[in-house]
């Protein structure tokens, strides 16, 4: 039993530890700007991603953008899914151009690269294989926001994940592609 519970302690050890620095981060790294400064945005989903070698599975995704100006900016991107047999995370170095509509609806697509892990466990009993892979990654989505109050965004975001994860020992199939849909909220400028 203690077997068991030990990889899914670790696992969301590992992901609520990086959830805390990317959080820390923001707080402590963002100076008060100006209003003629460039600023800090924060963004956090939940969601569905299929396709990914278990099927479908829940994510959570996190992101930081720099405002180069108020239409354009980059940052880090993160999606993590620490539930079930797969761990997968994936980060990556993210460009987004916002197009703000005049009735409060922004559309934001975006386009990035990094890297991606994922680990399949399939159990604890005898013959059982942990397969885990590396691979580059390329996130291709777009997102649809609805404009709350004045630095608040609800969001949705459609996200198509490009990657080679070749697990090994291997599967019958190559994953090569993930969809994502997720919903969250964006605080910017």
Known sequence: MTRQISPIFSRWTCAASLLAILAAGTAVGAPHARADEHRWGFGSDLGLTTGTVDGTVFTLGFNLDYYIDRNFSIGPMMQISPTGDLFQISFAGVARYHFRLNNGINLVPFMGIGLVHADLDSGTGPGSIDR??????????????????????????????????????????????????????????
């Open 132 to 189: 885990n892979d590396t691979s580059w990654y390329v996130p291709i989505g777009l997102s649809l926001e609805y404009q709350a109050v004045h630095n608040i965004a609800l969001s949705s975001t459609l996200i198509v994940n490009l990657y080679d994860i070749n697990l090994t020992p291997s599967l019958p199939e190559n994953n090569h592609m993930s969809v994502a849909l997720l919903f969250g909220f964006r605080f910017g400028p």
